[in-house]
């Protein structure tokens, strides 16, 4: 799903980056990439179920660590 993919992009420019500056930015950018995610999830789960089946694993444990880095004191802490 195109949403997830970007919260894989967003996740791993956190974790690399070498300085703060521009963190608020990507943390609000997960943030904002988190509820499309979840939107398009829950369509998806209701108009295609196999999806739901085959996918909503790794949908859970990508949300999950996006979530993990919001709500950690800074984004290095998950490198």
Request: no cysteine.
């Amino acid at each position: 799903m195109f949403a997830d993919a970007r919260i894989r992009d967003v996740i791993s420019r956190i974790t690399s980056a070498t300085e703060d500056e521009g963190l608020s930015e990507l943390r609000r950018d997960l943030e904002f990439d988190l509820h499309a995610s979840t939107t398009a999830a829950i369509t998806a789960a209701h108009s295609d179920p196999a999806w739901a089946a085959d996918r909503w694993p790794e949908h859970r444990r990508l949300h999950e660590q996006g979530y993990r880095i919001l709500t950690s004191p800074g984004a290095d802490t998950e490198r």
